[in-house]
């Protein structure tokens, strides 16, 4: 029987109850020194699930499933080469103009994708969370969702289009 989508009273006994032995696996993978961190980063994504209205099937597995893209996502941003990457010369770069409007302008923005992102359909919202924000191949995401891959895609451009409306309405 399906474990229901964790509730706030719910996450801090999940914590209490995951933490000691999440502490260990990022000790053992990463070092002692980012554990703390790396703790916090699955429970933070796990807070961020909270709002699906699908359910978790497996608790343990998906704070465990969430841990190792934590360490891979750490991995990938440590070793990221950019001096394979072209320089911005010559180009605009936003940060240096940060004034009281550009930062209007850009919550303003930033609330429109949140609203848009609350108002996704229920099975759209889910293939879009757990490819954006849990890394997850759509693949991965299908045969979670018990559905087809193509079926993924469709729902994660659907989830897309709607999301850039809400920021350009003209598109």
């Not at 996450?11 to 502490?23: N, Q």
């Not at 796990?46 to 998906?62: D, F």
């Amino acid at each position: 029987m399906p474990i229901a989508a964790p509730q706030p009273d719910d996450l801090s006994g999940w914590v209490a109850r995951y933490e000691p032995a999440l502490r260990r696996y990022f000790q053992r993978k990463v070092g002692t020194s980012d554990a703390d961190d790396l703790v916090q980063e699955v429970f933070m994504s796990l807070q961020v699930r909270s709002g699906s209205e699908a359910p978790i099937e497996n608790i343990e597995g998906y704070i465990f499933r969430t841990a190792a893209n934590v360490v891979a996502r750490r991995h990938r941003r440590r070793t990221w080469d950019w001096s394979e990457h072209d320089p911005l010369d010559g180009v605009h770069d936003p940060g240096d103009e940060v004034s009281p409007e550009r930062v209007l302008l850009d919550k303003e923005a930033l609330a429109r994708v949140l609203a848009a992102m609350q108002a996704l359909p229920p099975r759209c919202s889910e293939a879009f969370m757990l490819h954006r924000f849990e890394e997850m191949t759509y693949a991965a995401i299908a045969v979670r969702m018990r559905i087809s891959k193509k079926a993924v895609e469709h729902l994660i451009q659907r989830a897309l289009r709607r999301i850039s409306l809400s920021l350009d309405p003209d598109l």
